[in-house]
């Protein structure tokens, strides 16, 4: 008898213990894990005079070399983008540069001139991480390869499903210089491991 | 008694492949797309009548009586840069370079600007019949192609007949019309523009994705060909979205309660098991403490 009674009480308080650690457990885990990234860091404007905004075709206009957005720290060398064999848009090869699309506009020249870059690597964020944080009229600066200085302000930040991406909206022809900035966003899908959704900020020159 | 203890350790060993139970959560989920829509068109004004002096050019929002954009002096021959203005009716007023705002109008029009469209409004025709016309622009051309467009405003010549390379962009352009666009295949290509006896020539690059608006003027010496951008896109078009990320940023989702339900789960069968056990035990205890004391105290 005293056997089975320590037996029982063995099995209770077994019991009891695992199903408190069951509750808490479930309790605690009920919040996505958002992985954080290192504080921002605002950077100052590039100096040097800002060119006039006057009607330009593409001849008229460098090619452009780097980019600064101040108000999200971002500062980057822009490299060279064409188009993947199945017609998609080329990516940057690393995650820590932006690229412009040479079938696109230069920046400052008429039209819609394309940059592109990674929100973020698989480890950690990429160079346009947060650039779905960029406020309308934010300034955005591009520094051509004759060092002249166009500077862009911020229109519209907007958020698209890829597989309803508005081509002719992003891509289309416009009558005057802008900008469009391009990077992923939305639901991070882990089994084909790829974002939704597409941020892309829309901006104009401004003078 | 014997299958009460049977249907404890069923319980039990069911309990223990719950505890080790786990599934992966994975979610999935579509984005919602929020597309653009533009609350803004664009402007410009054009003097293109030879024989009229230069102008005061005004451009009101409708019922506001003063004017959004003044543009002085407008020489024949110029195109303004193009303006981006709210949606809505605008009214372009013409004067006589340097009259009074307030003076009367040579010439007005009204304009409907609608969202993401462009218009160009353009003083043509020869001063004794002027007028003002407003053209809609086009901003999208065919994928890879160029668009171009003439506006014939050479009086000396009254019609002229224009070339691009081989390609006839008009063979008869009649002084202070404009021709409907042309798509073309891109490329730079001698741009030919003859009426009576004058011709015209210069090389002209059409690239693909970019809308033109050449302009036939009478020059210093003869026709004069203004060649303008009128918007330009992409030349080739990327095929959908970018693929701009590998995630490493994005949150994870919560991991699936089932294995804290299964231990929640076991600890109670284990907790029941206990307890009936222990009430098992209580009652046989009881039951032979209370046997009744045997009878020899006679």
Redesign the interface.
Known sequence: MPAGRRTAGLLLAAGLVVLGAGATGLALTRHPDVPRAAALVVLPAPTGSIEAVVPQGAAQVAEPVSLVIPSIGVSTSLVHLGLNSNGTLQVPPTTTVAGWYTGSPRPGAIGSAVIAGHIDSVAGPGVFFRLSQLQVGARVYVRRADRSLAVFAVTSVRSYAKDHFPTADVYGAVPDAELRLITCGGTFDYSTRSYLSNTVVFAKEVS | MRFSRLARRII?LAALPL?LFAIPA???????????ATTTG?IRLAHLSPNTPAVDVYLYSFDDSSAQIVLHHVAYGTVS??E?VPTGDYTVAMRAAGAAATSAPVLSASVDVVAGH?YTVAGLGPESGLRLQVLD?Q???PPGKALVRIIQASLKQSVVSVKWGGDVLNGSLKFGSVSSYQTVSPGTATLTVSGGGDTSTTSV?L?A???HTLVVLDGANGLQIDNL???????????????????????????S?L?????????????????L??R??SA??SASAVRPVSAGRR
């Open positions: 039990l505890l994975a979610t999935a989920a579509t984005a919602a797309a929020a597309s653009a664009w840069p193009y981006q462009a622009d901003l999208s051309t690059p690239a994705g970019t809308v951008l009128d918007a330009a896109g992409s030349g080739l078009e990327p095929a959908g979205a970018a693929a701009t990320g590998f995630g490493g940023m994005a949150p994870r989702a919560p991991s309660p294995p804290w339900l299964a231990a929640i789960g076991a600890g109670l069968l284990l907790t029941a098991a206990g307890g056990r222990l098992r035990v046989v205890r």
